[in-house]
């Protein structure tokens, strides 16, 4: 296991193939803090692109340039698939946000059971 290690954003870590990722509440996500959220997570897989489990439950807002951004061919380098943890209406909001209108370039699905997300994101190891 690597990590973990802090972002802006939240904190991540790596296990047994998966890379994860805990958003920090009430976080406010602007194209800056996402350039620098993928900087450390290039460094955490070695620039490997992996699955990656994103609790967002707790997450506040992440703004236009910033879901641009997380469908950049930056952040394409390093998911390979990702599986948004969901539980607030204000979280559900978000990545249907995401998926609808940015429609990143990788198999990415909301959940509200991590388990169920884990499973999901394991058939892409």
Do not use: H
Request: charged content about 25%; overall charge positive; hydrophobic content about 45%.
């Amino acid at each position: 296991m690597k990590g973990p290690g802090n972002t802006p954003i939240g904190k991540i870590w790596e296990d047994s193939g998966l890379a994860y990722v805990e958003c920090f509440p009430n976080t406010k996500v602007d194209r800056e803090k996402a350039i620098i959220f993928f900087e450390e997570c290039k460094k955490l897989s070695g620039g490997v692109a992996k699955p990656v489990l994103i609790d967002a439950k707790d997450m506040l807002v992440v703004d236009r340039k910033a879901r641009q951004y997380f469908s950049s061919e930056a952040a394409v380098s390093i998911t390979k698939a990702a599986a948004i943890l969901i539980g607030s209406p204000i979280s559900q909001v978000i990545g249907s946000f995401f998926i609808g209108l940015n429609r990143p370039p990788f198999p990415i699905k909301l959940f509200s059971d991590r388990d169920e997300a884990i499973a999901w994101l394991k058939g892409f190891l």
